[in-house]
């Protein structure tokens, strides 16, 4: 389990500093996200609450620190309140398929 704490960046900030982890947001991350979103069911995997999506994140299973992909099998949709509460080290259950 990944207990390191890490600052959650808004998407300004983000946008504003232009980093995904140590590089650039890619190109065709609005669009996945909304694919994983809509995969989902706008629903978190975490509290299986639906939400619109300003307030959703596509969190990665698999950390990309930690060799994971943007791959939409390595995403899954959580609210912004549940991302907040860990910075998500999610059980095996909540793998999507």
């Given at each position: ?22 590089a ?10 909304n ?61 999507t398929?």
């Open positions: 389990m990944n207990t390191a704490k890490h600052k959650r960046l808004t998407n300004q900030e983000i946008e504003r500093i232009g980093v995904w982890g140590s650039k947001i890619p190109p065709y991350w609005e669009e996945l996200r694919y994983v979103f809509k995969r989902d069911g706008h629903r978190c995997s975490r509290c299986h609450k639906v939400f619109k999506d300003k307030m959703l994140d596509a969190h990665h299973i698999i950390w990309r620190e930690n060799g994971g992909s943007d791959n939409p099998k390595n995403l899954t949709t959580v609210c912004t309140p549940c991302h907040d509460l860990k910075l998500l080290d999610l059980p095996e259950s909540w793998h398929t």
